[in-house]
């Protein structure tokens, strides 16, 4: 055996599942999963997602998971194991966290000056036109937010896997799914002016194929696959850092499926809270994604739910802030494993190196809104800020292409058979091989180079 540090692990099935949906669900359900229901034919949208979840997100994750726990490594480590020539794809999957762990603390700040609000009293002062807006550039109140963010985050990677991880995530997720569930139940039984939550309910599941095109479809499509990688967490390494923690005798087969039912559960439940609530108030086609739905549109739904709406938007924020920092927690732990085994340094030394680096940073995209103010056209045709060239960067660049890559390395070097039989090394049988087989070596490497070439905006140009 060589030398290497000492590596901390879940204690068993349970925390790994809690931890891994922890990471999985994030603002992805929260704000961009309603959003694209809404946009792309309700049921329609879900149909597609629930058939992409259990062929393509099955795969991808299946693969991660048990890189992780054969290799017991991180991205870097594990890739380099695998094949030593592909170390570049360890390399390039570092390289996604390390990106999205610029911003995701400033938004896991701006959440978290909402749970404050309502939490104060102040719902009503938040629905107010400008409130968000005038928060983001105020300098010094944002980088606040973002830094207890950041440091927070940073305090919980320091206390280890089983300790900080695993017990943050034990506490946090039952809880989310309780809040959730509550704020979803209650938006069924609202009603304003001739429209209630229950019509809302079925503008929502109810498949909306008027005026369905092939090229419609396509991109339905396309949407929805983009969602389930960011959603699932996928192809930036975090999994296969996770999967490194999980002892041998767990069976990974369970815990796929339960991280997958956990993740799209959250983001049916989400659609089921915010596309009733959205339609009753304001009717659905001025529903935005991002920010806007939760920071400008939902504070005015609550506002306008009277006296219960402080409750309810309490509860959706703090739902929000414990969804965000569980993947926060997972975007920092994957750059600190990779870096500590690279560099063979401690955790704590590890942590506190990359925590000041991270609240620097924090702080600069943060006043990315104000003093650094600037205007960025990206490749897709979109104008944005600091964070939104971060995000296209890591999200729409970055993670489809290390897929591509990754499912040629299993599919046709490595052979599906090295994952295989690593799932069936617990005794279990993998269910869907067969489907596992088919999907890594000539389903996943086709699509994913579509998706790369569709958000670059090298699609539209063929
Ligand atoms: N999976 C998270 C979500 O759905 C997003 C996330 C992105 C988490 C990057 C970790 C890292 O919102």
Redesign the pocket.
């Known amino acids: 055996m060589e030398n290497k540090p000492k590596r901390g692990s879940f204690t068993g099935q349970l925390g790994f599942v809690l931890a891994a949906a922890g990471?999985?669900?994030?603002?992805?359900?929260?704000w961009?999963?309603p959003y694209l229901a809404a946009k792309d034919g309700g049921g329609l949208f879900i149909i597609i997602y629930l058939i992409l979840v259990v062929t393509f997100g099955f795969t991808l994750l299946t693969s991660d998971i048990t890189i992780g726990r054969k290799t017991g490594k991180s991205a870097i480590g594990a890739y380099t194991e695998m094949n030593p020539k592909w170390k570049f794809l360890g390399v390039l999957t570092f390289f996604?966290?390390v990106i999205?762990m610029t911003y995701?603390a400033v938004i896991g700040g701006w959440i978290a000056k909402y749970m404050v609000a309502y939490l104060t009293g102040e719902g009503g002062a938040a629905a107010k036109d400008g409130y968000f807006t005038s928060f983001i550039s105020d300098p010094v109140q944002s980088s606040v937010y973002a830094v207890i963010f950041m440091v927070v985050t940073a305090v919980i990677i320091y206390r280890g896997v089983e300790k900080g991880i695993e017990s943050c995530s034990r506490f946090m997720m039952p809880i989310l799914l309780v809040l959730i569930i509550f704020v979803a139940v209650y938006s069924l039984f609202i009603h304003h002016g001739d429209r209630n939550g229950l019509q809302g309910f079925m503008v929502y599941i109810t498949p909306d194929v008027k005026g369905l095109t092939v090229k419609k479809f396509m991109a339905v499509l396309l949407d929805a696959m983009s969602q389930l990688f960011?959603?699932?967490?996928v192809s930036?390494g975090?999994m296969i850092t996770y999967g490194s923690y999980v002892k041998k005798d767990v069976d990974l087969n369970k815990s796929i499926s339960q991280i997958e039912i956990f993740?799209t559960g959250v983001?049916l439940l989400a659609g089921m809270a915010i596309i009733p609530a959205i339609y009753v108030f304001s009717g659905l086609s001025g529903m935005n994604a991002g920010p806007g739905l939760m920071f400008i549109s939902l504070p005015k739904v609550f506002a306008s739910m009277g006296v219960f709406g402080n409750v309810v938007g309490a509860a959706f924020f703090i739902m929000a802030v414990f969804?965000?920092l569980t993947?926060?927690i997972?975007?920092l732990e994957?750059i600190t494993a990779n870096c500590m085994e690279v560099f063979h340094t401690d955790r704590h030394k590890t942590t506190l190196v990359l925590g000041i680096i991270y609240t620097i940073a924090s702080v600069i995209i943060s006043l990315g809104y104000s003093v650094f103010y600037c205007k960025i056209p990206l490749p897709n045709g979109t104008v944005g800020q600091l964070l939104d060239l971060m995000d296209y960067v890591?999200?729409s660049f970055m993670m489809p292409f290390i897929s591509f890559l990754s499912t040629i390395l299993i599919g046709w070097i490595v052979r599906p058979q090295w994952i295989i039989g690593e799932v069936e090394s617990s005794g279990v049988r993998f269910h869907r091989k067969q489907l596992y087989i088919i999907m890594v070596k000539f389903v996943c490497p086709v699509i994913m180079i579509m998706l790369f070439l569709q958000s670059t905006g090298l699609l539209a140009k063929l």
């Open positions: 990471s999985a669900v994030g603002v992805g359900n929260l961009r999963f996604v966290p999205i995701y960011f959603s699932l967490s930036m975090i993740d983001a969804a965000t993947s926060c997972s975007v994957a890591s999200n």
